[in-house]
């Protein structure tokens, strides 16, 4: 069976990948700590995200902006202004709605093709009538006039609380990168096609946060901006949907649980040509998890020019934005790993994560106590090139469950040193005996990399 959300919620806390914030002092509704081995998966995560989209490209680099930015960013990206939510309130059961979502998900099921874009809140209130929407919580159609919502925090920046230092958290990591594009480029010396990422924290004050870590009110995202000239872009965003999807099998997400969905010529925004979502199916549905959206700079507010040298002309680049949230992907690699299942009468959990994400990559366990010497020689050897834990507690039994548990792919007993892999892990495993037998690493490259290749035959004892 589907693992279900309130089993993951439970395995995270026990275990130490996510808590709930601020738990002593009562909470903070919708936020998330994450614990030792939440830290390291998301760190693993943004790193292999970074050295693939990134460092292993020749045309990409990378970014690190602010948070804070000159608040004119988000007039001109149309944050502050016209583009607030639309929201209203079911007067029967007070829960708040967006207004354009609920018209959009009408439309979609009815299968009518009406664009609802650009359209004021007096006109979205009268397609809630027109269309006869329903409060999606009672069931009830009473609902209040349309007020805006601006999703943006707010805070101060200097001393003083007057309106002159009002700055914004910014709710996306975009503009960061827009405005330092001329920057990023000539001291980088990129031409077109190239692109500028980053990873980094946005904040928006959502409306209906939940569904664990799904929709929080504070989050990370990895983005990336690839600009190119206005007639690839169709053919750029084709190769970006590729290499998005092929990483997201790399990174060990199950191909049935996730599938690329094309917006239709209505949903588009006037100034994108393609659009694709990347979903993924979580315990409460289908989830927006990487957005690939194709953009014209014109719109971004700013005069974006680029003098292209070999052309000898002046063009605004298109830009493809493949967007990624952090914890959305962590979910997902958490509920893509999770399986259970009976094991000795005992009934287990089994993460299969992929060694390169597992929180550990190996844990070390002597047989006795008293049997340790080389174990824990074999384990501080291991340490330099691996996540390693050493666990001399419990059955060796109960010892694997706990790896199982994690989804460490590799234990190793001692002083008989051999290696057993999770025996759910959906990667080969690898002999490693003969290094463990000399509890020292003669060669510290067998590493993940021959784990993955399978070319070395499953030992299991
Ligand atoms: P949604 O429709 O779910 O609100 P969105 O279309 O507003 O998402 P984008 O602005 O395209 O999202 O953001 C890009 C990515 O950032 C999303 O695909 C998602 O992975 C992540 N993301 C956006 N909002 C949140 C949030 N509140 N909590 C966690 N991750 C988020």
């Given at each position: 069976a589907p693992v279900s959300m309130n089993d993951l919620v439970s395995l995270c806390k026990q275990r130490g990948f996510i808590f709930p914030g601020s738990e002593i002092y009562g909470g903070l509704a919708n936020t998330w700590?994450?614990?030792?081995?939440?830290?390291?998966?998301?760190?693993?995560?943004?790193?292999?995200?970074?050295?693939?989209?990134?460092?292993?490209?020749?045309?990409?680099?990378?970014?690190?902006?602010?948070?804070?930015?000159?608040?004119?960013?988000?007039?001109?990206?149309?944050?502050?202004?016209?583009?607030?939510?639309?929201?209203?309130?079911?007067?029967?059961?007070?829960?708040?709605?967006?207004?354009?979502?609920?018209?959009?998900?009408?439309?979609?099921?009815?299968?009518?093709?009406?664009?609802?874009?650009?359209?004021?809140?007096?006109?979205?209130?009268?397609?809630?009538?027109?269309?006869?929407?329903?409060?999606?919580?009672?069931?009830?159609?009473d609902f209040t006039d349309i007020r805006a919502f601006n999703l943006m925090f707010k805070t101060y920046q200097g001393v003083t609380e007057d309106s002159g230092a009002l700055v914004y958290l910014r709710p996306e990591t975009a503009q960061g990168i827009f405005v330092n594009f001329r920057n990023v480029q000539s001291a980088s010396r990129k031409k077109l096609p190239f692109g500028i990422a980053q990873i980094g924290k946005s904040f928006r004050n959502e409306i209906t946060p939940g569904n664990f870590i799904f929709r929080t009110r504070e989050f990370e995202q990895m983005e990336l901006e690839f600009f190119c000239f206005p007639e690839d872009s169709i053919e750029w965003h084709g190769k970006w949907k590729e290499t998005c999807r092929d990483w997201l099998l790399k990174i060990g997400l199950k191909p049935e649980l996730f599938r690329l969905r094309e917006h239709s010529a209505q949903e588009l925004s006037h100034y994108?040509?393609?659009?694709?979502?990347?979903?993924?199916?979580?315990?409460?549905?289908?989830?927006?998890?990487?957005?690939?959206?194709?953009?014209?700079?014109?719109?971004?507010?700013?005069?974006?020019?680029?003098?292209e040298p070999d052309r000898g002309i002046k063009v605004i680049p298109h830009v493809i934005e493949p967007s990624l949230g952090v914890e959305r992907l962590l979910l997902s690699v958490l509920i893509s790993a999770y399986s259970r299942d009976i094991a000795d009468g005992e009934e287990r959990v089994?993460?299969?994560?992929?060694?390169?994400?597992?929180?550990?990559?190996?844990?070390?366990?002597?047989?006795?106590?008293k049997l340790n010497e080389n174990a824990e020689k074999l384990c501080t050897d291991l340490r330099r090139q691996f996540r390693v834990e050493y666990d001399d507690a419990g059955s060796i039994g109960r010892r694997y469950r706990r790896?199982?548990?994690?989804?460490?792919?590799?234990?190793?007993?001692?002083?008989?040193?051999?290696?057993?892999?999770?025996?759910?892990?959906?990667?080969?495993?690898?002999?490693?005996?003969?290094?463990?037998?000399?509890?020292?690493?003669?060669?510290?490259?067998?590493?993940?990399?021959r784990i993955q290749s399978g070319s070395h035959p499953p030992t299991v004892k």
């Open positions: 700590d994450y614990g030792p081995l939440g830290a390291e998966l998301k760190n693993n995560i943004k790193r292999l995200w970074w050295k693939d989209f990134i460092t292993n490209r020749d045309d990409v680099v990378g970014l690190d902006s602010a948070i804070l930015m000159n608040p004119r960013t988000w007039e001109a990206s149309g944050h502050v202004g016209g583009f607030s939510d639309p929201l209203m309130d079911c007067r029967a059961c007070k829960t708040r709605h967006r207004a354009d979502k609920l018209i959009d998900e009408k439309l979609k099921t009815e299968g009518i093709k009406r664009s609802i874009e650009g359209m004021d809140n007096a006109s979205l209130r009268a397609l809630i009538t027109e269309y006869k929407i329903t409060c999606p919580d009672c069931g009830k159609s994108s040509k393609a659009t694709t979502d990347i979903e993924f199916l979580f315990p409460f549905g289908w989830g927006e998890l990487w957005a690939l959206p194709t953009a014209h700079m014109k719109f971004s507010g700013k005069d974006l020019h680029y003098a089994v993460l299969s994560l992929s060694p390169e994400l597992a929180p550990l990559q190996a844990a070390v366990f002597p047989l006795s106590k790896q199982d548990e994690i989804g460490t792919p590799f234990c190793i007993t001692s002083p008989y040193a051999i290696a057993i892999p999770c025996s759910r892990s959906a990667f080969p495993s690898v002999h490693l005996s003969s290094i463990c037998l000399n509890a020292s690493i003669a060669n510290p490259l067998l590493t993940v990399r």
